[in-house]
């Protein structure tokens, strides 16, 4: 690239103003606020709920986000200039730009293909997709959709070992370059917003695709349809009978052989007995580098001595995390706590973060605060909510984008260069 050559932000940037003069706008608004009015005119009720909402109060998301509204950033003159470098590899995975893919379950609330969706426009513009283990669609076919581009895969530790070392197998046969393990989830959260509607998408069969197609999940299945006793009848109500259709439809095989079978009701009760696991503890932890040859991530982190024990326990990366403001209501901000996190572990550790990412500025403040990379969450599945998979990827093209400009304007020319100095605390 010659030292003139224009970032990914102005051939984004100019691209958008030239079709603007023949009259067409942007698929998807390039600014967050409009971005989430946008999405949630084109979802349910349960969809929005799902997506947007978050535990309690919802005070988490608004740590989030008063976070980054902490800090400023101090651009510096007259030094910038000439092509910028946002690349960088992360546990052996080359990333175009310094984000990722988050993984977003259930994600069929929004579009029934959105795991396909996701991942060919992660496909399309080279960003690394973290697969989550609630996905719709079984992550074998995930794959087969992006060829050779990179995916990484989530995993919820399950009650059942044998689902654990499943799902890590076929992690590893569909090219997953790295274990993202998240620990935050050993529960549900409270969620007043699903609560509120009554509604999870699991218990409709929707997100559960990993599962259905696992062969030790199904052997499951089949061992509590031999078990069963005939119980008592759920009552019948419409929307049971819309739930009943939503297992069916979902589940492999034919609608008509699924009317008639009880294996898919019995899925979405093992699923709701077995995904999780409450007792996770770091002796679980301890077995998974003798389980998988793959990095692994330990997602969900927020105290620098969790960061600390997590690297003794021979782990490759972390994820600060506090799953975008949906586990515990009134948690710390995730940036605040990758602060300490980074302090803790030196500078050589990986440390990945996200909760709170809406825009290359966002990107770049997460990045000077010791952020090897970040995942974005929430705006893709608003950019897939309006525009499906060019939603997607016109969500990861502004953020990058607007990272370039702002490095361009800051008087940076690649990612190293994006310290602390570059940041002032702002009063809050
Ligand atoms: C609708 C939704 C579903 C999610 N599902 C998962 C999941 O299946 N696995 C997981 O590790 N994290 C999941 N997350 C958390 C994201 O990976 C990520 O941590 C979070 O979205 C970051 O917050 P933000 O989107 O507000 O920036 C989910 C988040 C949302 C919004």
């Given at each position: 690239?010659?030292?003139?050559?224009?970032?990914?932000?102005?051939?984004?940037?100019?691209?958008?103003?030239?079709?603007?003069?023949?009259?067409?706008?942007?698929?998807?608004?390039?600014?967050?606020?409009?971005?989430?009015?946008?999405?949630?005119?084109?979802?349910?009720?349960?969809?929005?709920?799902?997506?947007?909402?978050?535990?309690?109060?919802?005070?988490?998301?608004?740590?989030?986000?008063?976070?980054?509204?902490?800090?400023?950033?101090?651009p510096r003159m007259l030094r910038g200039g000439g092509a910028r470098d946002l690349t960088r590899t992360v546990l052996g995975t080359p990333l175009p730009v310094p984000f990722l893919l988050a993984p977003v379950g259930a994600g069929q609330l929004v579009d029934e293909d959105a795991d396909l969706h996701t991942a060919r426009a992660a496909a399309a513009t080279g960003v690394p997709y973290v697969f989550t283990n609630q996905a719709g669609t079984p992550l074998e076919r995930t794959a087969a959709a992006m060829g050779d581009a990179a995916r990484w895969m989530q995993l919820y530790w399950s009650t059942d070992e044998g689902l654990v070392d499943s799902l890590i197998q076929r992690a590893e046969n569909a090219g997953a370059g790295a274990l993202v393990v998240t620990l935050d989830t050993t529960v549900l959260g409270w969620r007043p917003q699903d609560l509120n509607l009554g509604s999870l998408p699991f218990a409709r069969g929707l997100g559960i695709g990993q599962y259905t197609s696992d062969p030790r999940?199904?052997?499951?299945?089949?061992?509590?349809?031999?078990?069963?006793?005939?119980?008592?009848?759920?009552?019948?109500?419409?929307?049971?009978?819309?739930?009943?259709?939503?297992?069916?439809?979902?589940?492999?095989?034919?609608?008509?052989?699924?009317?008639?079978?009880?294996?898919?009701?019995?899925?979405?009760?093992?699923?709701?007995?077995?995904?999780?696991?409450?007792?996770?503890?770091?002796?679980?932890?301890?077995?998974?580098?003798?389980?998988?040859?793959?990095?692994?991530?330990?997602?969900?982190?927020?105290?620098?001595?969790?960061?600390?024990?997590?690297?003794?326990?021979?782990?490759?990366?972390?994820?600060?995390?506090?799953?975008?403001g949906r586990q515990v209501d009134?948690?710390?901000?995730?940036?605040?706590?990758?602060?300490?996190?980074?302090?803790?572990?030196?500078?050589d550790a990986t440390v990945l973060m996200d909760s709170g990412i809406r825009t290359g500025a966002d990107v770049f403040t997460a990045l000077a605060l010791g952020a090897d990379a970040v995942l974005l969450g929430r705006p893709y599945m608003?950019?897939?909510?309006?525009?499906?998979?060019?939603?997607?990827?016109?969500?990861?093209?502004?953020?990058?984008?607007?990272?370039?400009?702002?490095?361009?304007?800051?008087?940076?020319?690649?990612l190293a260069e994006i310290t602390r100095d570059l940041l002032v605390p702002r009063r809050r």
């Open positions: 690239m010659s030292d003139l050559a224009p970032g990914p932000g102005r051939v984004r940037q100019s691209r958008i103003y030239r079709d603007g003069v023949l009259g067409s706008r942007p698929a998807v608004p390039t600014d967050f606020a409009g971005l989430e009015r946008a999405a949630r005119k084109a979802l349910s009720a349960q969809a929005w709920a799902y997506v947007a909402g978050g535990a309690g109060e919802g005070r988490t998301m608004r740590n989030n986000r008063e976070a980054f509204d902490g800090w400023a950033i101090v999940f199904t052997e499951l299945v089949d061992e509590r349809v031999r078990r069963a006793r005939p119980g008592e009848r759920p009552k019948v109500t419409l929307a049971a009978i819309r739930s009943l259709l939503s297992i069916t439809r979902h589940h492999p095989g034919s609608f008509r052989a699924n009317l008639r079978s009880p294996n898919p009701r019995a899925a979405v009760e093992t699923f709701l007995d077995i995904y999780s696991n409450p007792l996770l503890s770091w002796e679980h932890i301890a077995t998974l580098r003798g389980r998988t040859r793959l990095p692994i991530v330990l997602k969900g982190i927020l105290h620098p001595d969790d960061a600390r024990r997590a690297f003794d326990h021979g782990v490759d990366g972390i994820v600060v995390s506090n799953h975008g009134s948690a710390i901000a995730s940036l605040d706590a990758l602060v300490g996190v980074r302090d803790a572990v030196g500078p608003y950019g897939m909510a309006v525009a499906g998979q060019r939603g997607v990827e016109e969500v990861i093209a502004n953020v990058a984008a607007e990272l370039d400009l702002t490095m361009a304007l800051a008087g940076v020319r690649s």
